[in-house]
């Protein structure tokens, strides 16, 4: 079990934890790193981030079915097999869309989500996953 200290660490690093901790269960898109590192270093609560992230990460493999209707855990109905995280802390929201696959999941493509529905624009980041997903990038 990983212990993360309360005082933040280099988000590299944190990133690095999630993918020993997590890497056998979860796939993740090479270009996901540097959105999640540059993210969540801007963030302000990167423990607090991380440790809700992996915390969920958790939970999803314990799950059959993964449209069980969590509140954090959403099917894209308009989308075929896309689905958000939504990850919040000190009143910032963000979003991981990730896929499923024969190996498990896929971590896509990770932005910060404004307040607000109507501010919030899956399409312009669900085609960035999807291109992900099919390896067009």
Known sequence: KIVLKERAQEPQKLYKLVEITLGNKYQFHEDFAPEFVELIS????EVKLLKQLMGR???IIELDDIDCGLKWLEKLKAYDNMYSLHLDADSKNYRILFSKNEKGKLFLHMFYEKDGKTNT????HVPIAISRRDGTT
Do not use: H
Not at 42 to 45: A, D, F, L, Q
Not at 121 to 124: C, N, T
């Open 42 to 45: 801007k963030s302000g609560s």
């Open 57 to 59: 990460l958790r939970m």
């Open 121 to 124: 624009s899956y399409e312009k």
